[in-house]
């Protein structure tokens, strides 16, 4: 029989452990301040969350350079910046990729708004989470496609995250709650 005091501390220590590593896994919400952070851009140059914060900023969590879906995603923002640019908006590009392979993806899709990279995947923990596993490839770990748009303090007024990363967000639906 396991003494009640070996029980509590068993139980004490699966709760503080656990704990933690679920709220890392909590996505970010509506009415949340988005936390700071400080990312490399494609220059290798260290950008921080506050800087891109003078107008209402889309940050645009991708899961990886490159790929068939992100590539559509990241072009389908592209080809809509007169569109953010009107409604006083900047796009932001965020991916665990390096600096190094988002420059290449930029270069190689004349994408012109900044891509940053969240390569020790914080950042992305913090927001919407990461997939594990992703493209069947086994302990990689890519940021979860989502979308978030921040007013000028940082305080999040839209929010979209999708457990599925083939699936596009609802471009519409993103412009639409910019314009709210």
């Excluded at 990729?97 to 988002?102: L, T």
């Excluded at 069947?136 to 940021?143: I, K, N, R």
């Excluded at 007013?151 to 979209?160: E, I, M, Q, R």
């Amino acid at each position: 029989m396991i003494p009640h005091s070996l029980l509590a501390f068993v139980a004490a220590l699966v709760i503080t452990h656990t704990t933690p590593q679920a709220e890392d896994r909590m996505p970010l919400t509506v009415g949340q301040t988005a936390p700071d952070f400080t990312l490399y851009d494609t220059e290798r140059k260290p950008r921080t969350l506050r800087e891109f914060l003078d107008k209402k900023t889309v940050l645009v969590f991708y899961p990886g350079a490159f790929t068939g879906v992100c590539t559509k995603e990241m072009c389908a923002f592209r080809d809509a910046l007169s569109v953010f640019n009107s409604l006083d908006a900047k796009v932001v590009g965020i991916s665990v990729d390096s600096p190094f392979a988002n420059k290449g993806f930029a270069d190689a899709n004349k994408l012109t708004y900044p891509l940053l990279s969240d390569y020790s995947r914080e950042v992305s923990k913090k927001y919407a989470g990461l997939y594990d596993g992703f493209g069947g490839v086994p302990g990689y770990t890519a940021s979860k496609r989502s979308v978030y748009i921040l007013d000028g303090k940082g305080v999040v007024t839209y929010a979209w995250i999708t457990d599925a990363p083939g699936t596009e967000p609802p471009y519409d639906e993103i412009q639409a709650a910019l314009k709210k």
